[in-house]
Structure formats: structure tokens, C-alpha cells
């Protein structure tokens, strides 16, 4: 409370608060000493401080206690003096002040096409008031700029309602899209762009064409689902995080052949698609000379150029392994050599149904393997194989490995595979199994127990720790050497995720951290942006 001494005999008084929304309500303002007659003006604090700008408001009630006045709906400045007028004299209360958070739209043509479907929006200085802009309802979530000369979107990022923006036509340049994550369509084509920063968790259409680019980053908008970029001559643009299974009509895109150029896809999604045979912008575009880069879920780089001049050869080094594919496949052979376009393409006996078992065929590695996309299912138990690395195997569903002899078993960029059962793998100590993607809510099956494991990463893993919480889909064993350095790596979530409770069965998470084993428990997020999480909390 602010006393005030006034030779009116006012004091005791209290300014009340300057709410947002406050126009067109009563206010109050409590002291001692008010008078019957009294008259209150609102006198603009950031204009001159003659009278001119005065604004007479309406006196609803008056007692020696307080003052109660209708606060006008045309005062809309950030702040006034209270002045309060007995007869011919006047004298300041006190203030009111808004103190709202404020932000800015620097293109006053875009300002000005806001302020058309939404004059709340905006002060008296112009300047956006956050909280309303956080509220505010676009009609059918669309805001249609196109065709208003805008040189800037920024400011746009403070509308989180905004689901469609159309700014065809337009003169926008080097433009920042990012913190839009309530966007999911932007139409942006002639509007002479020359470079854009995006990020958007949401976004999944991308109308853009026929600007002068030369580059575009999309790697931080994972939603995208329908990109057209005709037009544009680019020399590198990158899609790297774009998983959209389902999805590879919707995307166009040219390049500047005339020149050195790259295109930079998900791993996963150039196998699972097809577009090393299917005729695709990505196809296109590596036939006409653009580099294809694949990248993988770690964000490293897979294929640093894919080859479709068809020519690329590979070894099969086990012989007992050779034999049995050359059976199966001859034609994707040229003496010991895999000729890789065919075995890409080649075909098990449909009697087989997908599935290889090479079980009991003393056989030391799988090298070469992995280029038979037709294998859906393999079996290699009872062999001596030592390390098996999924890193190129894009089709495989279910792997036993039963007594395979492994040392390590390391996953990296499998969509579809939802059952590995390692048991019995006496030398087995090191399993990294962020590489599968878990691309949909398959019933996963992981099972590791009689190992000497060491080392376990089965973050990525939030999938068995919700769906598949019983000792038949999720056991492993770790060695019983205490004298080795001993960890498991889990995700959590707030939602739930390694609870103590099983459906059925041991937890094999809890059984870890009773045989006193170090769990690190991460942070859940979507592993197809390749981001594993930060380290939450550590037992043992």
C-alpha cells in the first residue's frame, strides 16, 4: 500500500492492479477522504503530460472509503496516472502500469494482418502481448498472409494455436521458423526465400517451392510427412530425421546438378521404402548424379554414397555360409564375390517363408548376410559366429542365436525387429540394443539369460518396460564376477516404465539391481531423433 499526504485530505489509497481484460470492467480504489462530485481522468503515462490526452471516465460510485469507475474500453496504453479532479484543482493517485510480457512482430505488414483478425493483440505501442497471443484461436487454425509484401515471419513463434500458415508470395529472404511446435502446415512457394532456420517437433507439410535456395537443413522437423520443393535449385538439403513410413509419393525436390550436390535420408527409411529401386525424388535424384548419404539413428553417417550404378560387390568369408546361399540364391554371385544389386533382390524358395536356418553349420560369421533383404527371420544357433553387428540389416524381424558362440550382439537401425533370443551365449558380454527403432507396438521379445553379460544398453527399450512386463518377453542374465564392471542402461518416463511391478515372472530390471549391478536409468525420448536422453538417476 502507497500512503499518500494530499492536501485534498485523500490518503490510505490503493491502486489497484492493471489486468489484462480489464477494459469494459469496474474498478476500485480504496482510501479515505473521497467526496461525492469527485471526478477520476486516466491520463496516458508515454504522452505529453498536458491533458490532451485525457480520458474522462465513468464514476459508478463514491464514498469516503473508496472510488469505483468503469475502466474504459478505449484506454489501451501500457499505463496511466490516476488524476483525480475536485472543482478546478487536480492531483495524481498513483499509477496504473501493465506489466504483461510483450513481444514483437517486426514486419508491420504482417503486424497489421494480425491486428485485423485480432486487434487485442497488440498494445498502443504496438508491441504483442504474449499471454493473448498464447490464447488466441485462429480461425480453422489458419493464418493466410500470402500476397502481403511480408519481408519477416518472426513473431509468429507466440502463436502456439497456429496449425496452418500461408504466406505465398511474399518477399520474406532469411527467415527463422523455430519454436513453432503447434505448426503442421506451412505454404511458402514464390516468396523469395533465400535461406530458412527451421525447427518444429510438429510440422508435417512443407510447401515451398520455386525459391531461390541453394540449402535447407529439415533434420529438426521429424514430423514431416509431405514435402514439395520443386523449383529450387539446392545443392544440399538434408531430410535425415524424416521417418514417415508410408510415405514417399508426397516428396519432390530438384537439385542443381550442374554442380557438386547432396542429399542426406534416414537409413532406415531409404531400405524400408524401397528407393534404391522404387521410383522416388530420392532415386531421381541419385541417378542424376546427386550424392545420397544415409544416416542412421545416431546421427552418424551410414552410406556416405549410395552407388546405383549396380556394380558393388561384397565378400561372403564363410564358406559354410556360401555354400548354403549359392543354393538358395546363385544368380546374386559372381565366384565367391555377393554382386549387391541382386542379392538385394533375389528370392528364398517361397517354401521357406522368409526365414534361414543355418543352425548347426559350424559356421564363424555372418559377413555378407546382410545385403539378402529377403530374409525376414534367421536362425544361427549351435555355430561359433563371436560377434554379430545388425548394422545393414534392414528386412530382418526375428533372430535366434542360441550357443552361437557370441562375444557381443550390437543392433543399429532395425525398424522390424521385435524377437532376439541370445540365451546360452557363455562368452556373450556386450549387448547394445538401442539400435531398434521400435517403429510401432510390436510385441518385443528379448531374451539373454545363461550370459556373462558385462554390459547391456537397452535404452529404446520403453516398449518392453509397458507392453511386455512378464519374464517370457524380457530376461537376461549378468555375470556373477563382481570383480568386473557390471551396467545396464533402461529409459524411464514419467508416465511409468521399470516399475517393481511385473505381470508376471522376474522383473530382470529389479533382479540387476539386487545381483548389485549399476542401472542408469535415462530419460525417455523418441529414439528416432537419435537422442537417448539425459542420465536421470543411477542405482548400485
Known amino acids: ?209 520455386s525459391n531461390p535456395l541453394t540449402e535447407l537443413d529439415l533434420s529438426k522437423c521429424p514430423a514431416l510427412l509431405s514435402i514439395v520443393l520443386d523449383n529450387i535449385k539446392f545443392r544440399k538439403l538434408d531430410i535425415s530425421n524424416c521417418m514417415c513410413f508410408g510415405s514417399f509419393d508426397n516428396f519432390k525436390f530438384d537439385f542443381d546438378t550442374s554442380q557438386e550436390c547432396q542429399l542426406l535420408v534416414s537409413n532406415i527409411w531409404f531400405w524400408h521404402m524401397d528407393m534404391f529401386n522404387r521410383s522416388t525424388a530420392v532415386r531421381t535424384a541419385g541417378l542424376s548424379g546427386v550424392k545420397v548419404t544415409t544416416i542412421g539413428l545416431d546421427r552418424e553417417v551410414v552410406f556416405d554414397k549410395i552407388n546405383w550404378g549396380n556394380t558393388g560387390t561384397a565378400a561372403m568369408p564363410d564358406a559354410s555360409l556360401r555354400i548354403i546361399m549359392k543354393g538358395y540364391c546363385p544368380q546374386a554371385f559372381s565366384g565367391n564375390d555377393i554382386i549387391i544389386s541382386e542379392a538385394r533382390n533375389a528370392k528364398l524358395p517361397t517354401n521357406l517363408a522368409n526365414k534361414l536356418d543355418i543352425s548347426n553349420k559350424n559356421i564363424t560369421s555372418l559377413d555378407g548376410l546382410k545385403y539378402f533383404d529377403d530374409i525376414w527371420h534367421l536362425v544361427c544357433d549351435n555355430n561359433n559366429i563371436s560377434e554379430i553387428d545388425m548394422a545393414g540389416w534392414f528386412n530382418l524381424t526375428t533372430i535366434s542365436a542360441k550357443n552361437a558362440g557370441l562375444t557381443s550382439f550390437v543392433t543399429k537401425d532395425q525398424p522390424w525387429l521385435r524377437d532376439i533370443d541370445l ?56 555375470t556373477a564376477n563382481t570383480s568386473k564392471s557390471r551396467i545396464l542402461k533402461v529409459e524411464t518416463a514419467e508416465n511409468g516404465g521399470w516399475s517393481s511391478t511385473w505381470n508376471s515372472g522376474v522383473n530382470p530390471v529389479q533382479k540387476a539391481i539386487e545381483a548389485g549391478v549399476r542401472v542408469e536409468y535415462y530419460n525417455w525420448t523418441n529414439a528416432a531423433t537419435g537422442n537417448y536422453g539425459e542420465l536421470l538417476k543411477t542405482v548400485n
Open 1 to 209: 500500500m502507497t500512503e499518500y499526504d494530499l492536501s485534498f485530505g485523500i490518503s490510505g489509497v490503493v491502486i489497484p492492479e492493471y489486468e489484462d481484460g480489464i477494459q469494459g470492467t469496474e474498478v476500485t480504489i480504496e482510501g479515505r477522504g473521497f467526496q461525492s462530485g469527485d471526478r477520476l481522468h486516466l491520463r496516458p503515462l508515454l504522452k505529453p503530460l498536458d491533458n490532451s490526452f485525457d480520458i474522462d471516465v465513468e464514476i459508478k460510485e463514491v464514498t469516503s472509503s473508496h472510488l469505483k469507475f468503469l475502466f474504459p474500453l478505449n484506454a489501451q496504453e501500457s499505463g496511466y496516472s490516476l488524476v483525480l479532479i475536485r472543482g478546478d484543482k487536480e492531483i495524481s493517485l498513483g499509477s496504473m502500469q501493465q506489466w504483461l510480457p510483450k513481444g514483437w512482430v517486426a514486419d508491420v505488414n504482417l503486424r497489421n494482418s494480425l491486428k485485423v483478425i485480432g486487434p487485442q493483440l497488440f498494445d498502443a505501442q504496438d508491441s504483442l502481448k504474449l499471454s493473448v497471443a498464447a490464447a488466441f484461436e485462429f480461425e480453422g487454425g489458419t493464418l493466410n498472409v500470402s500476397g502481403k509484401g511480408i519481408a519477416s515471419l518472426s513473431g509468429l513463434e507466440n502463436f502456439p494455436k497456429l496449425k496452418t500458415l500461408w504466406a505465398t508470395d511474399n518477399n520474406l529472404g532469411n527467415i527463422e521458423l523455430t519454436g513453432m511446435d503447434g505448426i503442421v502446415s506451412i505454404f511458402a512457394w514464390s516468396s523469395n526465400i533465400t535461406s530458412m532456420n527451421i525447427q518444429s517437433k510438429t510440422l508435417q507439410t512443407l510447401y515451398m517451392g
Open 423 to 478: 540365451s546360452n551365449n557363455t562368452a556373450l558380454t556386450y549387448i547394445d540394443m538401442r539400435g531398434i527403432s521400435l517403429l510401432s507396438n510390436y510385441d518385443i521379445r528379448f531374451i539373454a539369460t545363461g550370459c556373462p553379460i558385462e554390459y547391456l544398453d537397452i535404452r529404446n527399450g520403453y516398449a518392453w518396460s509397458t507392453w511386455g512386463q512378464s519374464g517370457d518377453k524380457l530376461a537376461f542374465d549378468f
